[in-house]
């Protein structure tokens, strides 16, 4: 770990000035084209809360650099290496943990490097390192194109590929990184280089699935997927959690490629649940394999219509905070469903909600197990515990509650948890969750960042 993180800008400049030299903060300003903010600088406050919905309480990093380019990624990179001080990545800013913002050291907010070029002819696109999801969608939907990427348009595609990456097409066209044709990194001795199958080819593994432990991602290029309409909406009613979970865990297992789904439920003892579902093949089809959700009972809400992908997966709410925790289980056996529905049942905050999604199924779990470092197992199927929120402050109750319910659940888990979900600290968490593939992860990490510059995620060390 780089030592020295707890000196300020400040303390920086003064050493600058003692030297009779020019302090380094200043140099480094003067070097980048992006912008750098100290905390009295107009707009340091905004760029620290960034556009995620993970609250940043009260960490405070002496420096956010909001880079143009990989080179002023590099030049950062260099100041943090010879200062001696901290250093993490943000993209989308949605990390459960909170850890890509740094309570002290500097901040690379890579939010202002959100490019998106498409090419439609070789169903091609080139992204940013600091793009939302949404933005790549929306490019795509014009030429009736897709991109493999999650559930939430407002994520960052940073986070979401470098984790694996699993959403809307996972069951037909499988996994973020399935998709990923190369990355543009910069490394930890502030090199600049491309990632793919033909140049760099370790670290393009690690960097599919195995998290920002090796570099600052500053670009991705995604192989598009013809996806021109989709059968996709809300189905709720009032339910028995338990029982719903036990139908759900029966529906999933014969559930055809095309059809992704994740449930929602609110908090009580007579909870309203949540389908949000997209089916990705022929219509028809998909409104006989759907025939189930809407008999299992009668739905208060119905939504499901043909519509555009966009459309779809773009529509998703937004919130100022979402205090999140996950996590992955073995399939939604009885002991699985019974904490599930414990948790729904004693209630919580309002507006607080448990989800069941991510079904590991279809394409997502049809490459070979060696293929990257993102483990999916037939069957397994992801949950998260959403306390949301508007405004700003923290809200301690509603964060208080997802703890410990995080906590309750903490015993049915999966040894190995989804890299984006993982939401428990600790390296034996990291090993068991990247398992058969640690070993090689740390040869590469020992390669790309011997030091460890890059530890705020779920750290590999060399």
Not at 161 to 168: E, V
């Amino acid at each position: 770990m780089v030592a020295g993180g707890g000196l300020t800008a400040a303390a920086l400049c003064g050493a600058g000035a003692q030297a009779g030299r020019r302090d380094p903060v200043e140099a480094l300003r003067a070097r980048l084209r992006g912008r750098l903010l100290v905390p009295a600088d107009a707009g340091y406050a905004a760029a620290r809360r960034g556009e995620g919905t993970t609250p940043v309480g009260d960490r405070s990093p002496m420096l956010i650099v909001q880079p143009e380019g990989p080179d002023d990624v590099a030049r950062t990179l260099d100041f943090v290496r010879t200062q001696g001080v901290d250093v993490a990545v943000r993209c989308g800013g949605h990390d459960l943990l909170g850890v890509s913002t740094p309570a002290r050291g500097v901040l690379i907010d890579l939010s202002r490097m959100n490019d998106v070029v498409l090419d439609p002819v070789a169903g091609v696109a080139r992204v940013g390192g600091g793009a939302r999801a949404g933005a790549l969608t929306a490019a795509g939907a014009p030429h009736g194109l897709a991109p493999a990427l999650g559930m939430n348009p407002n994520v960052g595609v940073g986070g979401l590929t470098l984790g694996g990456g699993m959403g809307w097409l996972a069951g037909t066209h499988g996994a973020t990184v399935d998709n990923l044709l190369a990355v543009d990194v910069v490394t930890a001795d502030g090199r600049s280089l491309k990632a793919s199958a033909d140049e760099n080819e370790d670290l393009f593994w690690a960097l599919r699935g195995g998290g920002g432990n090796f570099g600052v991602a500053t670009a991705f290029t995604y192989r598009m997927r013809p996806v021109p309409q989709v059968l996709a909406g809300d189905i709720g009613y009032r339910t028995d959690p338990a029982r719903f979970l036990r139908f759900l865990r029966d529906f999933l297992a014969t559930s055809p490629d095309e059809l992704e789904l994740g449930v929602l439920f609110s908090l009580g003892s007579n909870p309203f649940a949540i389908t949000r579902l997209c089916w990705s093949g022929d219509a028809a089809a998909g409104a006989a394999a759907l025939r189930p959700l809407r008999t299992f009972a009668s739905p208060m809400l119905d939504t499901v219509r043909p519509q555009s992908y966009a459309g779809f997966a773009n529509g998703a709410a937004h919130f100022d905070n979402m205090f999140l925790r996950g996590g992955e289980f073995a399939g939604l056996g009885d002991e699985v469903i019974d904490a599930l529905a414990a948790i729904i049942e004693r209630g919580g905050p309002k507006d607080c909600l448990v989800g069941v999604l991510h079904y590991m199924h279809g394409a997502l779990c049809r490459v070979p197990a060696d293929a990257t470092p993102f483990i999916r197992t037939p069957g397994h199927i992801l949950y998260n515990i959403v306390a949301p929120w508007q405004g700003a402050g923290l809200q301690r109750d509603r964060m208080d509650w997802a703890l410990a319910a995080s906590e309750a659940l903490r015993g049915v888990n999966s040894k190995g948890i989804y890299i984006n979900y993982l939401s428990y600290e600790g390296e034996a968490h990291v090993r068991d969750s990247f398992g058969p593939h640690h070993a090689r992860l740390r040869a590469i990490k020992r390669r790309y960042d011997p030091e460890n510059l890059f530890h705020h995620n779920r750290n590999i060390r060399a």
